[in-house]
């Protein structure tokens, strides 16, 4: 077969048809009619290059973004190491929110029917509110109601290892001991406590534990009546804002932008955010509080004789080594670590001058007790032994056989 010559083309005329030899085998090309190379048909898959460009568009975007997010977290979470110390991913947290909740009068009040295991430790509030198991609607035993701060509740240990529930253990079978402790009360939280626990629980004998949370009070220019300008809020605060980034993910960027907020204002991170109420670091005793919470104590203890409630005053078990003059300035902010000593003193020589040896006892022998550090878990709370050493002192230092209502457990 002979090669295909070469067409004869007249460019110049390119409406003139392309003349071929006589008896030459053209080439076919064969193309779908209508052909369009442009065109899109419908229904046909999108591909090619258009298609791919868009997905590349859409994968670098989502790169670049998460390129952006891990340099954001990274230099949050360094900014917060050096500004806070610590790493937000090791940042211990607050179980507060968890455990208790704002209280219109009481300022805070624990959650109920709450279990929660902090630091390893079990936490758990029966349907009343209160640490422990369930307390029995039914008084079958003496009962012994113990009321306080955070020191009675019993911080930093789990549900079997507070002093309450030594108490208990060591008293039995003739009595039985409920914690009715709840952190951050004060002498004025256990006035207004102490009638509902009176009335509800019917118990022969009720020990205070009180002072700590009213010596905060001591050195501001104007405390505010029951302590309403410096106590109360922050107690709130406690209860509800203070445990905001609790409430995250241990994400810096998450924890770093709460923190830049509270910065410029736009989130409150304080009960005062026009600053902590004026007052002046002293060593002194504030005479002021020391009035209001002998003013609370007589209250206390007239509405527990009224009821024929014998009364237990416990002074609080402080170490000298486990306070400093910085450790404890976040609670007591115009004391220092001699001020606190010397408040402690004033409020239990109140106590102890309200004490008669019969229905109003004073455990003196508490203040009398050396305690080692290593039985607290911070500067003011006791720990697991601490808390075991105190119960075995209130079992052996308090005269429990006067306790028992004239007419007995079951009259009552």
């Known amino acids: 077969m002979r090669a295909c010559p070469k067409p004869i083309s007249y460019q110049k005329f390119p409406s003139v048809p392309v003349l071929w030899p006589k008896g030459t085998l053209l080439p076919v090309t064969r193309k779908r009619p209508h052909h369009h190379p442009d065109k899109r048909w419908p229904g046909a898959a999108r591909t090619g290059k258009v298609a791919l460009s868009r997905g590349k568009r859409v994968s670098f975007f989502l790169v ?16 917060l190491r050096f500004t806070e110390g610590q790493w937000p991913y090791s940042r211990p947290k607050s179980a507060n929110y968890l455990l208790f909740e704002p209280h219109p009068e009481w300022g805070l009040t624990p959650r109920k029917s709450v279990t929660v295991t902090v630091l390893g430790n079990i936490h758990h509030h029966n349907a009343e509110g209160f640490r422990g198991n369930e307390f029995s609607p039914v008084k079958t035993k003496h009962r012994v109601v113990c009321i306080g701060g955070s020191t009675t509740y019993c911080i930093g240990v789990a549900d079997d290892q507070t002093w309450p ?28 406590l102490l009638p509902q626990i009176l009335a509800r ?55 770093g ?10 989130l409150s991170g304080s009960p005062f955010p026009q600053g902590l109420p004026a007052g002046h670091v002293s060593d002194s005793v504030d005479p002021r509080v020391v009035e209001t919470f002998s003013a609370n104590l007589d209250i206390l203890l007239g509405e ?23 450790n404890y300035k976040w609670w007591a902010p115009y004391l220092t670590k001699k001020g606190i000593f010397n408040a402690v003193a004033a409020l239990n020589a109140a106590m102890r001058r309200r004490a008669d040896g019969d229905w109003v006892i004073y455990a003196g022998f508490i203040e009398d007790t050396t305690w080692d550090p290593a039985e607290f878990c911070d500067p003011t709370h006791l720990n697991s032994n601490g808390n075991l050493r105190l119960a075995r002192l209130l079992k052996e230092g308090v005269p429990w056989s006067r306790f028992p209502g004239e007419a007995g457990p079951a009259s009552k």
């Open 201 to 255: 629980y019917s118990p022969d004998a009720v020990i205070f534990q009180m002072g700590l949370n009213d010596l905060r009070n001591m050195n501001f220019d104007d405390p505010g009546p029951d302590y309403a300008n410096f106590h109360q809020p922050s107690l709130r605060f406690t209860a509800g804002g203070a445990c905001r980034r609790d409430r995250l993910p241990r994400c810096a960027l998450l924890q």
């Open 257 to 266: 932008a709460v923190v830049l907020l509270e910065k410029i204002k736009a």
């Open 64 to 79: 670049t973004a998460l390129f952006l997010i891990v340099c954001a977290e990274g230099l949050f979470a360094i900014a």
């Open 165 to 192: 529930f030594y108490l208990d253990q060591l008293l039995q079978p003739g009595y039985e001991v409920l914690n009715c402790g709840i952190p951050g009360h004060s002498s004025v939280e256990h006035r207004k």
């Open 304 to 326: 527990c004789r009224a009821k024929h409630v014998r009364v237990v005053l416990l002074p609080h078990t402080l170490s000298p080594e486990t306070i400093s003059d910085t």
